[in-house]
């Protein structure tokens, strides 16, 4: 029985954590002297929101994740169309 629970903690914190920010170390990973762009970022946020609410037990959370997902979906898409986003370093520095 604790064993269970145990499992169903480990692995709802592992989904509900490593998942979403699986975009990040992929992009890190594969070329870790560039910084992480706004798309892996927004892609992040948005896996982050439906996963959160995939592993609640309740509905109520699960329908307002999937509405913040829709808007950081819209995000992810508005970064595609911007012609031009200064890097982080550039904007820290104003």
Not at 4 to 32: H, K, M, S
Not at 46 to 62: E, P
Request: aromatic share 12%; glycine share 6%; proline share 5%.
């Amino acid at each position: 029985m604790i064993l269970n629970r145990l499992q169903e903690f480990l692995l709802g914190f592992l989904f509900t954590t490593l998942v979403p920010l699986l975009p990040l170390f992929l992009e890190f990973w594969i070329d870790p002297e560039n910084e992480i762009s706004i798309k892996s970022l927004s892609m992040g946020a948005t896996m982050y929101s439906i996963t959160v609410g995939i592993s609640s037990q309740i509905r109520l959370v699960l329908g307002i994740s999937i509405i913040v997902g829709l808007m950081f979906s819209t995000v992810f898409g508005i970064s595609f169309y911007t012609t031009s986003v200064p890097p982080y370093s550039e904007i820290s520095a104003t």
